[in-house]
């Protein structure tokens, strides 16, 4: 790339940022109410009078203000802009857009609101005291871009006055993720902290605070060699010296890192670029372990590292390479874990509980989900995978329930859970939206070790699937595709499974089983137009149908298909083979999961233009699955027609299933036909109708075709942010669900889970 390319490249660059922080709206920030604001009655009590109890209950009880006020979830982030990023002094206002940015990361990590606060104090023991005065405002203080040493003098001081937990993350949260990596890097190379030798560049608040780590992790102090621009760390040394700095001084006559380089184990860089170089690394210890961690040039890239160590550890903190020591890994869940237990300060056990934490989600399978936001990264444990990544949704429920279990545990705790069980499943279900109404499926599924089949079994969603059915119910996953396909997949996303040994398969090019497939399949359609060379060759082919015949023979219980295609040719075959078990399907039910509960749509696939009775077959099927979910069904029946306003042929069909239904004596509600927006708002429906035998707002919509239900099922997921769970297909007795091409590999668990319910649970 030529210099006139590379300087438009980087104006580009520099425009789009800026573009970022001004539009639509300057900055990255808004406060929002979580209280209506419609009318004088919420006026009165979000201000005078109402307010005014509110006042009165945290006088007479300060803890209070966690159950009346957002400061048990509020977070200042503070700083006075003496030592942000690689900038350096830029003053307090210029740091406001770091410090909003850390504010975002904390909504988007763990749901903590922040208030930003960037001021102009320079003098350590003045900011401090400023700090200590906004105990009343926030339940957790975050400490951010104070230079060394000021940073130790204020964070000692707060630590001492106030009452909540006050971190400083450019030290500790650094030390915390630099501690899980240590601890993960040492695990591959065979060490133990107590017998490396630690050299380090770089004596500012994130070295020392790393090296106390090292130290709460079992280093020995007389192991680590701390250099900085001065050289060694010694006794006596004068110049640029603090007492941070002095607990690590060597008594030593070398004075050089060039000179305590040789036989280190770990190396960690907190300094500049280029202070470590190839000579070095190669007097270092066999398979060293690196930690080069300065921005943006590293102190050694790591192709230098690997053309002398190639055995060697490497970790940055860039994203452009494995490895990147990020502290969104940490502050986020420690926060949250340290918020929900009102504790009063961060203390070590709670940093070690974050340091294994994190360490241990490293050594475990990677999350679909951050494999999804990582592709074509190798996210298998090992020398390119020491810690997770930010995106992994588990590191919510993980850190954070350690933090606060370690936070009872030492008696920092003001609010102390019950259940920690309880808490980590909330913390997940806050990141998985779909694992709470999935519980009671997910718990029925486990009292039956049903065999599932997936006909689509080299997908790498279905492969990511069935490790989590394996780790999260009874059911037994058999996939149809080719083993050594499957096998190297497998291996290329770091799933600790394999064919034959941890999930049977069915291989459509190899199965002793083929024969009598392909003759059961013939034996169901030789009277369809199916030839035996017709039967031959689908069973060779055609997974679904391959799928469906081992359902049909008793080989599985129940089949997953769709992953690809339109669902109608997968329907076509299930319906060929499992009709012929007195199976029929009535229609496809979406479950569509959104901020303000869930909302069912059907059909969404299976009758274009349903008759009355197969509407009537849809709503009681849909209202059969709600309560399998736990949810109470409210059924609307929804057309353009609005309680007989229009003889339309959606309106005539609607009134006839209603009538239908009136005759059966079901044991739910349900009312039509309606426009949708009647449907979920009850007043609006009582002006309209009001007899209206329905109550409050539907949670079933039933539609008069499938592109209505399709169109509303499609806008509520890209629109309005809605999650699905589904298509179930309903009327075929739980044996066979077809799903689309946009499903995740979470949303193939749930409906392995949804196909896991023995038939007697299924209502």
Known sequence: MTDGRQDDVKQAT??????????????????????????????????????????????????????????????????????????????????????EGKA?????????????????????????????ALEPTFGAINLEDIKAPDCFVVERICRERMGIPVFHDDQHGTAIVVGAAATNGLHLTGRNFADIKIVSTGGGAAGIACLNML???????????????????YKGREADMNPEKAAFAQDSDLRSLDEVIDGADLFLGLSGPGVLNPGHVARMASDPVIFALANPTPEIMPEDVQAVAPGAIMATGRSDYPNQVNNVLCFPFIFRGALDVGATQINDAMQIACVEGIAKLARATTSAEAAAAYQGETLSFGREYLIPKPFDPRLMGVVAGAVAKAAMETGVATRPLEDLVAYKNKLDESMFRSALLMRPVFAAAKSSARRIVFAEGEDERVLRASLA??????????????????????????????????????????DARYRDYWETYHALMERRGVTPDTAKATLRTNTTAIAAIMVHRGDADSMICGTFGQPLWHLNYVRQILARDKLHAVGALSLIIQNDGPLFIADIQVNAEPTPEQITASAIGAARHARRFGVTPKVALCSHSQFGTLDTSSGRRMRAALDMMDEMGLDFEYEGEMAVDAALDHDLRLRIYPRSRLTGS??????????????????????????????????????????????????????????????????
């Not at 509110?54 to 982030?77: F, M, S």
């Not at 988007?108 to 102009?120: P, T, V």
């Not at 130290?215 to 001065?230: F, M, S, T, V, Y």
């Not at 399709?710 to 890209?718: D, H, M, Q, S, V």
């Open 14 to 99: 520099r425009q789009a940022a800026l573009d970022y922080h001004e539009f639509p709206t300057p900055g990255k920030l808004e406060i929002r109410a979580t209280k209506p604001m419609a009318n004088g009655r919420d006026l009165s009590r979000a201000y005078s009078p109402g307010v005014a109890e509110a006042c009165l209950e945290i006088k007479a009880d300060p803890t209070t203000a966690a159950r009346y006020t957002t400061r048990g979830n509020l977070v200042g982030v503070v700083t006075n802009g003496t030592a942000v990023l690689g900038l350096g002094n830029i003053g307090a206002l210029a740091s406001k857009p770091v410090m």
């Open 104 to 132: 975002v990361l904390f909504k988007k990590f763990a749901n903590i609101d922040c208030f930003d606060i960037e001021l102009n104090e320079s003098d350590p023991e003045k900011l401090a005291a400023i700090v200590c």
């Open 698 to 763: 539907a949670n079933i919509l039933i539609f008069a075709n499938t592109d209505a239900a399709g169109a509303a099922r499609n806008i509520l997921k890209t629109r309005a942010g809605g999650l699905e769970v589904g298509p179930i297909l309903m009327g075929m007795g739980n044996r066979a669900h077809i799903v689309t091409p946009s499903i995740t590999a979470r949303g193939l668990l749930n409906m392995a889970a949804i196909a896991g319910t023995p038939v007697s649970q299924y209502g």
């Open 469 to 510: 059915v394996m780790e999260e119910t009874t059911e037994v996953p058999i996939l149809i595709g080719r083993p050594d396909v499957i096998a190297k997949r497998c291996e290329r996303y770091g799933l600790p499974i394999r064919p034959g040994t941890d999930f049977d398969v069915v291989n459509p090019e190899n």
């Open 215 to 233: 130290l709460k992790l079992g280093a020995k102090r007389e192991n680590i060699w701390l250099c900085d621009l001065h050289g060694l760390v």
